[in-house]
């Protein structure tokens, strides 16, 4: 299975890969709201090859259909074009959260859309496991700590948030999302899950998402100057996407229900990750400095000793080679949208 993923991770196959056979008693049925996703679309990946039946519910705001095309028309698998602010009446075992704008230009773009997504999308999407009596795991975010006052980040911290700052339509409405998990739990019993996810990058990532990770390789590739916000001295801890999805599908299926950071603790400053890059793609592009963005968070890292303690995880990826597969699928994106600009 591990291999057979590994094949697909940043080459999307022509037809089905091949997935197991899971008899009636093991298989489950299983929504993956913003299954059409970077995160999202790995996660379908791995658990229609696990043999799973699987429903895709996405509005394509920041999906696309083509990270899960290779599925499409396989027995097991069901693409449901739905936005999640309105109900949704299916049948199925388990439930992954994703739907949200993830990207702080994506969910700035509109950001009362965004409030509603995390708010609304996940009382519907709630509503919905309590009246089928399925479980939910809430893909929460490192943003719920802000611009941390804590080093690394654990889950008991409550976070530093501006709830009036430009990234406070993600921040606080995510913060919702996980007030209303505990309190479906609490009130009606609902089994839920809460990952705090922090930076993850990957092929299938959204090649205008304007994420420092998609950013930098792209400006490499193309020649452009690596544009650093403000000083640089700020950190991210970046996590490759097959660790993150090998970590949720622990904490979905663990028995334990506070939430849980699941990140790398391989903490770089920005302007060291530039560094990175340049050294990694080549080329001639230099490395320049840009104003800094309002209410950046200036140092994070995830504390993950509750992850793994709790859920035997902890991420396996080095940073060179997750970066070395992310480029391959950059250079094959900007390829395949030269060649249909030409045509
Ligand atoms: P993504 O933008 O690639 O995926 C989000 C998906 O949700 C997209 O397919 C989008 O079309 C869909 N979507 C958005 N609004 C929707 C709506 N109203 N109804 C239905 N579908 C909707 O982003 P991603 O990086 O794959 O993020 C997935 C989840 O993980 C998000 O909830 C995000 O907040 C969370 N997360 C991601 C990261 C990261 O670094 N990638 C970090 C922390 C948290
Ligand atoms: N809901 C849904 N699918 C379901 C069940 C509920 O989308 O299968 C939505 C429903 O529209 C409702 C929300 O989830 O607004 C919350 O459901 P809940 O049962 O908690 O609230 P109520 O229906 O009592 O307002
Ligand atoms: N960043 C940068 N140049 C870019 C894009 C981002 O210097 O072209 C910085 C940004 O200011 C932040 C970090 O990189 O300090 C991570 O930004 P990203 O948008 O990827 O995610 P965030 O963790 O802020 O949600």
């Known amino acids: 299975l591990e291999k057979r993923l590994r ?13 197991e056979f899971l008899t009636f008693k093991d298989r489950k049925r299983i929504l993956v709201t913003g299954g059409a996703g970077f ?22 705001f920041t999906g696309r259909r083509r990270n899960v095309e290779h599925w499409v028309g396989h027995e097991n698998f069901e693409l449901i074009h739905h936005d999640i602010v309105n109900p949704l009446y299916i049948e199925v075992d388990q439930i992954y959260h994703l739907a ?10 509109n950001p009362v859309k965004t409030i509603k ?6 009382i519907n999407v709630l509503g919905l496991a309590k009246r089928v009596g399925a479980r939910v795991l809430i893909a929460s975010t490192s943003e719920v700590y802000g611009d941390p006052e804590v080093h690394p980040q654990t889950e008991s911290y409550w976070g530093h948030v501006n709830p009036i700052g430009p990234r ?31 930076n993850t990058y990957g092929p299938r990532m959204h090649i205008n998402d304007g994420r420092v990770v998609s950013n930098f390789i792209l400006q490499a590739l193309t020649g452009q100057d690596i544009t650093i916000y403000g000083s640089g001295k700020q950190t991210r801890s ?18 334990y229900s506070q939430p849980v950071n699941l990140g790398n603790p391989d903490e770089h400053t920005i302007e ?3 560094s990175i890059i340049h050294e990694m793609v080549g080329g001639k592009s230099m490395i320049i400095n840009k104003d800094a963005i309002e209410d950046d968070p200036q140092r994070r890292k995830p504390d993950i000793t509750r992850a793994t303690n709790i859920l035997g995880w902890q ?16 250079r094959r994106e900007l390829m395949r949208s030269r060649h249909s600009e030409r045509n």
């Open 238 to 255: 970046f996590q490759y996407v097959s660790d993150l999805v090998d970590g949720l599908i622990k904490l979905q299926n663990s028995n």
């Open 272 to 274: 060291e990750f530039a």
């Open 168 to 198: 406070a339509c993600y921040d606080e409405s995510k913060r919702i999302s996980e007030t209303l998990a505990y309190s479906y739990g609490k009130q009606e019993n609902v089994q839920v899950r809460v990952a705090r996810i922090f």
């Open 7 to 19: 094949d697909i991770e940043y080459r999307i196959p022509k037809k089905y890969p091949e997935v």
């Open 100 to 109: 949200s704008p993830a990207s702080p230009p994506h969910y700035m773009y």
């Open 39 to 60: 995160v999202g679309s790995h996660l379908v990946d791995r658990l229609m090859m696990e043999g799973h039946e699987m429903i895709v519910v996405d509005n394509f």
């Open 117 to 122: 997504t995390n708010t609304v999308g996940t």
């Open 315 to 330: 991420p396996l990826v080095p940073l060179q080679k997750g970066i070395k597969k992310t480029v391959t699928f950059f």
